[in-house]
Structure formats: structure tokens, C-alpha cells
């Protein structure tokens, strides 16, 4: 039972060993893995609010050029509908009265000259020409929505085809000094604004910039697709406007295209606001390569650890039946050569305490063959 003892004391450290060195490599390759997982998120997350507030800047600078420009096109349509109530421009001359009327602001490129329209629709003045030709516009909703409407204020059609060219078309309303409807003094910023606009951004080919109404209709956008303009987003039941609140950001398919993007929209200070997108892809460009770097290298370290652990557990036994097939015992140490029977007295001899009897240092065999010889 003792031998056995031994063997089995003999063969737990190395099961242990082998074991304990198993699980300490997985553990250390699942810790490193963790560390490594957790620094290439924490990279994706700075490389998704670096491209987030790159687009919230985009977003607001255009919506704060696009509404600069808008007031100073409504300041001078206040002036133009405020100046009809005066009594003198019924004497004065047509120069004279473009004079009183008209600023050198509405003459600016991309703006369209200002017309006014009397209560029914037709075209009494207009600001490029000192004659200029008859026209109704009574059907127009930048016409119809100030005569029945008396408060709408500043009005902003949908994007339309307004003098040979793709336009906006800016409207307020003309009343008398009881409130009465007088007509509608009309203006519009074209197509080619937004264009220059947009060519002076240094954008990727692939992302987007998406001017909008209130009432989230499509003014202009670039990649430009006439096909889009004009489309009203808050028609669709795929897409809530909540998904992009303003000031706020969205990630994913977006209402006009099925490309992934990032979102940006700015905020509520102007009458339109502005929505930039930038395809998922690019904004993850850089945090993919360096996360396919990294995860081969800690797979490369996985693999290493993993073979390394593997060919130890493998080569244990062998180690282990080598050390038996030496002479090892039980207790992993080796059997030393038996010394001489004089050789051995000598040494229990030299190792018993002075004071202790004869026959101390002898062991229980030799003292019984002494006991035998004087037998």
C-alpha cells in the first residue's frame, strides 16, 4: 500500500503541471484577447465621433450660409412689400420706381430678380426689365398660400422650374393698411447656388448633403438626382422622423438610397435644414485595416500559445516514462548505486548521536544477524 502511495504522489504533480500550464496559457490568450477586442472598439468608437462631428460642422456651416442668404433675400422682399404702400410710386417714373422698390442685393449672382403679382395672379412689376411681359400666376402655391393664408410670414416652394431654370421660389405677402390682400412680391434662389455651394467642400464622391424644408421635403441634394428633388420623406412609412432628430445623428440605410451612412443633421435656426450623410464604409476604412493588423497578430499569438501548450501536454509522458526507464522511483528522484555493507555501517555509524546506545546506528536487520552470530 505505501508503494502505491508513492506512485500515485509521484504521478499528481505532473497532471497538475499539465493541466495548470493549459489553463494559464487559455487564460492569458482569452485576457490578451479581451485587451486587444476592447482597444479596437474603443478605436472604432473615436473613429465614428470624429467622423459624427466632422459632419455636424459640415452640416451647420451649410444650413448657416443657406439661411444668411436666405434673410437677406427676405429683407429685401419686407422692403419691396412694405415700399408698395407708398403713395408716391403711383406718380413716379418705371426707373424711379425700380429705384425706391428694388436694392443691389437681389442682382447678386444665383438670385432671381424679384416680381410682383396684384391680387389676381397677374405680373405688374418686375425687377430685370422695366416692361416686362403679361402673367398669371393665380394657380402658383407661393400665390395661393398667401391669399388665403394672411400670417404665413415667409414662404419657401418646393423646388420648381421658375424662369428657365431649376429654383427656389421665396414669397411674401402684400396687404394694405387694413390687412387686405394686395398681391405677392416673389424672388427665387437657383439650383446653381446649392451647386457652386457644394463643388467648394472637398467631399468623397460617395457622400451626401441634403437640403430640407420643415415639413422634411427634399430641396436640393447632392449626389443631385432630379428624380429626388422635391420628394416629400415624411410620405414615407418606412422612415419616422425621429430617426434623425435635430442636432442628432443616425447610423444606417437612409429614406432616398439603400447605402449604409452616417447621418449628421444641424439644427432648427433657419427656415430649411441640412442633413450630411458619409457611407459607413469610409468612416470604418482606416479602423479596418488596423483591425485586421491587430486580429492577426493575436490570432498568430493564439495559434503560437496554443501549439506550444498542445506539444508540452504531448511530450509530458514521454519526459515522464524516459525518467522511469532511468531507474526513478516513485518520488521522481533517482536510485543512487548500493553502497558496500562496510561502507554503510560506517556511514549509520558516523550518523548516530554520540550519546546513544550501541546499536543505535544500526538498522533493525543488522542488529538481528548480530544476535544471531552470538546465538
Known sequence: MLSRWREVTARRPWRISAKLLIISSVVTVIGF????????????????????????NLATTIESDVSRNIEIYDLSLKAVAANMLLPELATVSKPIRHLILFDH????????????????????????????L??????????????DNPDIGLFISRPMLFRGAYSIVLSRRVSDTDGGFMG??????????????????????DDSITVLKRDRTIMMRRPFDLDVIGKNLGTQQSW????????????????VDATPRLYSRSGDSGPLFVVAGKPLTAVFEL?????????????????HAGLDAGARARDWPTCRGR?????????????RPEKPPQVRFRHRRRMAPRDAPEGAGRTVDDRCRSLQGLQ
Not at 442685393?105 to 416686362?132: C, M, Y
Not at 419616422?240 to 447610423?251: E, Q, R, V, W
Not at 525518467?323 to 536510485?335: E, M, P, S, T
Open 184 to 205: 405677392v412680391v416673389a424672388g427665387s434662389i437657383r439650383f446653381s447656388y446649392f451647386h457652386e455651394l457644394f463643388e467648394r467642400l472637398n467631399l468623397d464622391p
Open 105 to 132: 442685393a437681389t442682382t447678386a449672382r444665383h438670385f432671381g430678380a424679384i416680381r410682383v403679382f396684384d391680387a389676381e395672379g397677374r405680373l405688374t412689376i418686375d425687377a430685370s426689365t422695366l416692361d416686362p
Open 287 to 303: 479602423w479596418q485595416r488596423e483591425a485586421y493588423r491587430i486580429g492577426a497578430v493575436v490570432l498568430a499569438l493564439i495559434l
Open 323 to 335: 525518467a522511469q526507464a532511468r531507474g526513478d522511483g516513485d518520488d521522481g528522484r533517482a536510485h
Open 134 to 147: 403679361p402673367e398669371v400666376r393665380s394657380e402658383e402655391d407661393y400665390f395661393r398660400v398667401h391669399r
Open 33 to 56: 484577447s479581451a485587451i486587444c477586442v476592447n482597444v479596437m472598439l474603443d478605436m472604432r468608437r473615436g473613429e465614428e465621433s470624429l467622423a459624427r462631428q466632422t459632419l455636424e
Open 240 to 255: 419616422k422622423a425621429d430617426n434623425l432628430k435635430a442636432g442628432g445623428s443616425y447610423a444606417g440605410q437612409g429614406p
